[in-house]
């Protein structure tokens, strides 16, 4: 078994949702999943390896497969093939993966992810509705939802799913353009138009040699810079 002192991801969870986990099994898990990215990259056991990757992978299956049901129900895509795709960029991620860049492996992925499933929408971005709300105003207001994997992939409504993920193609080319494909920026803002709590974002994006409260600050004025570069596109005319 692979060991940091720490133990598996199934045994920090108990089987629990992340909606049920406490914040402790929360941070172990990332920390958890974090550890086995770099022995994937690092080791040069090959039973080392293949046991990091399987036990990632494990670990990233719920958020795979909401993704998988929330755009393949009502969409006309086929499921095996963005499941593929998806597999396909869990494994880039681990090579991508950087441990001294200040994101942890689980939101990597997510916004890596996330960018899979727009590429299935380039082609409606016209049709988006540009008078949707782009940012929550309340960033501490709690989701809504009453269901999450246990990864904290909120799973919507699939009736709904389409227009939200037309917005969401929107909001990440904004987020590139506002922030100039800075990354950690751009996880803050897709976390954020996903209903995450502030709380949440500031965990996903710290590392351990970070303070919280200035990481709560960087958030709260990534969300305001944002919204001010969406409302002055919006006077202009440009979305």
Known sequence: MLT???STINEITEGKTFKQQTQVQKDQVRERQDFLACTYQDTDNQSDRDDAFLELFDSMQALIESKVRRHS???GIDPEEL?????EELVMCLERFDRNGGVP???????????VVTTYFKGNVKNVDTNHDFMNVELDKPTDSDS?????????????????TLNEVLIDQLA???FDNDL???TVIHMNSQGFKRSEIVRAIKNDNTNED????????????????CVNLNKLNLI
């Open 4 to 6: 940091n002192n720490q």
């Open 73 to 75: 129900l009502d969409q």
């Open 83 to 87: 499941r593929g795709d998806l597999y």
């Open 105 to 115: 492996f689980v939101a990597l992925y997510r916004q890596y992810s996330h960018w």
């Open 148 to 164: 999450n994997d246990s990864t904290g992939e909120v799973i919507p409504d699939p009736a709904t799913s389409y227009d939200d």
């Open 176 to 178: 590139k353009d506002c």
């Open 184 to 186: 950690k920026k751009e």
């Open 214 to 229: 200035s990481l709560a600050k960087y958030v709260n004025r990534t969300v305001n810079n944002f919204r001010s570069y």
